[in-house]
């Protein structure tokens, strides 16, 4: 019989996290201050985030990084998550392709963040936090944090992006039934909230936005630190227990991935799958290739620029090193709302100025489409944001199937979509449509760049 499902025993789940900044032929430059220009270390950042995450940011030593026994308890409450062959999916596209995909829906929250949330707010708690602050946009990520400062009895107040909180109404319910505080953003409740308000009373909000009021928040309160649900080094390294364990079950599967492929609003999922295989092009000679899946509508991969830029709205953040579209690049209003970020991560970000990677960006119909068919044949109704992978992934077996060759197509099941289904509705009723950013919109928000 032919196996569908792979899953690991908790015996053998992977005991560390892979650090690919140690086997990188480039490394990432590092972030720098605004005004002074001078590269920011462990202590420039600490007064933001949890020490231990600091660290882990700039350690381009250690490939491997261990997983402390508190969060792998904590982990044991949902991994390892299996690993699925798709075929169903294969045979509606009549594909010669073998496709696989790591379930990451299947948690208490729906969707990978968890999987950083734990490790962060152990962190925080260790260090004698108090409280957590953070933003959110679609609501994955605040749920997650939400979920992780209960489990490790710290305090947490979400910023959610305006435009999302009305568009999934029950996520932030999610996160009050965990225990947060959460607030509407951009809010009359900070400094830069009420600025952004000032300049555009309309303003939807936006992650970059949120991230100022959420970043303000930690540094004028005691007791406070700042968490991010992407974009950073060691959101991505934590991460990676998708990718080590998928490694063990296409291992499992008597297979090894052709291509690997994720959504990306900010890498973490993208890197938390790719890295670990990565890691084996780079020193085992291996030849994966490896495709992000960004939204048409905010294509900093295929259509920005490398720079350094400020990771949210209000220029708050360092410097990061980034492929970016602006800090002031405001994304349509997609349901995917988890990828509306204008910047890249900066370890992504080198891989792809490396050519180790390439992105692709995906029409909001083609990743409904896509989400669709996977439903009606997988029977897992996708997050919008991992329906971008899906459309990938569809995009590349559709190739196989011309050219006849099996290549083995894995993917990151980034979340489910069962707080999405007023988005799914809408796609059903005809009401959604594309957002193709012209030239000279990307132009003029590059121009928010600091020289
Ligand atoms: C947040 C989120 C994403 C995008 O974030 P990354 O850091 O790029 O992974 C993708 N899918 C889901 C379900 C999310 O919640």
């Known amino acids: 019989m032919k196996q569908k ?215 004028t309160t005691p007791n406070c630190k700042y968490t991010l649900g992407s974009v950073l080094n060691h959101v991505g390294l934590h991460q990676t227990i998708i990718g080590l364990e998928a490694e063990k079950q296409m291992a499992m599967a008597g297979e090894y991935p052709d291509v690997v492929i994720a959504c990306f609003g900010g890498g973490s999922n993208f890197g938390g799958i790719a890295f670990p295989f990565m890691r084996h092009n780079l020193k085992d000679g291996k030849t994966t290739e490896f495709i992000a899946a960004e939204p048409e509508s905010c294509p900093k991969l295929t259509r920005g620029e490398f720079r350094y830029d400020f990771g949210d709205e209000a220029g708050y953040t360092p410097l990061l090193p980034m492929f970016t579209l602006g800090h002031s690049f405001k994304p349509a209003n997609i349901h995917a709302g988890g990828l509306r970020y204008h910047g890249a991560g900066m370890i992504i970000s080198q891989l792809i100025k490396d050519g180790l990677m390439h992105g692709v960006d995906i029409p909001q119909l083609e990743s409904f489409e896509a989400g669709l068919l996977f439903a009606r044949t997988e029977g897992i109704i996708p997050a919008p944001e991992s329906s971008h992978a899906i459309a990938a992934i569809i995009r590349e077996a559709l190739k196989c199937k011309q050219s006849g060759e099996p290549r083995v197509i894995l993917f990151n099941l980034s979340g489910h979509g069962l707080m999405d289904m007023s988005a799914y509705e809408q796609y059903l009723n005809g009401d959604l449509m594309n957002y193709r950013v012209s030239d000279e919109g990307i132009r003029q928000t590059l121009q928010s760049v600091p020289e």
């Open 5 to 219: 499902r792979f899953i690991l025993q908790e015996s053998e789940l992977p005991t560390a996290w892979y650090n690919i900044q140690a086997d990188m032929p480039v490394k990432p430059m590092p972030p720098i201050h605004p005004a002074t220009r001078q590269p920011l270390g462990v202590d420039d950042l600490a007064h933001i985030f949890p020490h231990e995450c600091c660290v882990q940011e700039l350690d381009t030593e250690h490939d491997f990084i261990p997983i402390p026994d508190e969060v792998l308890e904590k982990y044991k409450a949902y991994r390892s998550t299996p690993l699925v062959r798709a075929y169903a999916l294969e045979e509606a596209l009549q594909t010669p392709a073998h496709i696989y995909f790591k379930n990451e829906s299947v948690n208490p929250l729906g969707s990978h963040k968890i999987n950083s949330a734990l490790p962060q707010c152990y962190y925080a708690k260790q260090e004698g936090t108090t409280n957590v602050t953070t933003e959110t946009g679609a609501g994955q990520w605040g749920a997650a944090l939400a979920y992780a400062a209960s489990v490790f009895g710290l305090e947490s107040a979400v910023y959610q992006v305006k435009i999302s909180m009305q568009q999934k109404p029950y996520r932030s319910s999610i996160m009050r039934t965990f225990g947060a505080a959460v607030t509407a953003s951009p809010s009359m409740s900070t400094r830069a909230g009420k600025d952004i308000i000032t300049r555009d009373p309309h303003h939807p909000g936006s992650l970059g936005t949120a991230i100022s009021e959420a970043v303000e928040l930690a540094t």
